[in-house]
């Protein structure tokens, strides 16, 4: 059952033929949850977009539900002259618009994730994560628990240190079942948690 519809990603067939010097590349930072509002806004407008969306199934009292959301939450790539950029703008959904200082590396990368998910690619977005970067265990026993990234890597090691004991545990966990944690919740105190 359908919870969040897919709607339009790309609007114009001849997106990636469409010249750089007319009509560059833009980037809408848009308000929270604004990103297919902005893209109803630019249909009728004839402004040229691309809002990738991955399928995320759920489970909820016993019914499966399925919602269509942007791969890159926040924001919207559009092509167009100055006017467009002003007419998005004007639309009231966006924080701000983003110039793309390297029009050919954006342009490669965007025909690239259109053609992965013109093959059937199933595309799951991850949130990158450095060193330092505060997590979240989000599956598993240990859901919940809080660290920091050490080092990356494809399975990740929560290292669990009590300073007072001068003591390091670590138990490793899939990249998958972690996420970041927010900025605020970074740990001080006797007990502290890494990620390596």
Request: hydrophobic share 40%; proline share 8%; charged share 25%.
């Amino acid at each position: 059952m359908p919870l969040l519809k897919r709607e339009v990603e790309m609007s114009h067939p001849s997106l990636f033929e469409l010249s750089e010097v007319e009509r560059p590349w833009w980037v809408a930072h848009t308000r929270s949850r604004q990103e297919k509002a902005l893209a109803r806004h630019l249909l009728p407008l004839e402004i040229p977009f691309y809002v990738p969306q991955c399928e995320k199934k759920a489970r909820r009292a016993g019914r499966n539900f399925v919602s269509y959301l942007p791969l890159f939450p926040g924001y919207v790539f559009f092509r167009g002259c100055a006017e467009d950029r002003q007419a998005a703008l004007r639309s009231g959904l966006l924080v701000a618009v983003l110039g793309v200082p390297n029009q050919r590396l954006l342009h490669s990368e965007l025909v690239q994730l259109w053609q992965l998910q013109e093959a059937g690619a199933q595309l799951v977005p991850y949130d990158e994560l450095r060193p330092g970067d505060p997590v979240r265990i989000t599956q598993g026993p240990f859901e919940g628990y809080t660290g920091v990234v050490l080092r990356g890597q494809a399975r990740l090691r929560l290292v669990v240190s009590i300073t007072m004991l001068r003591k390091t545990v670590a138990v490793e966990f899939d990249r998958a079942a972690l996420s970041p944690a927010s900025p605020s919740r970074r740990l001080d105190g006797e007990a502290r948690t890494a990620v390596a």
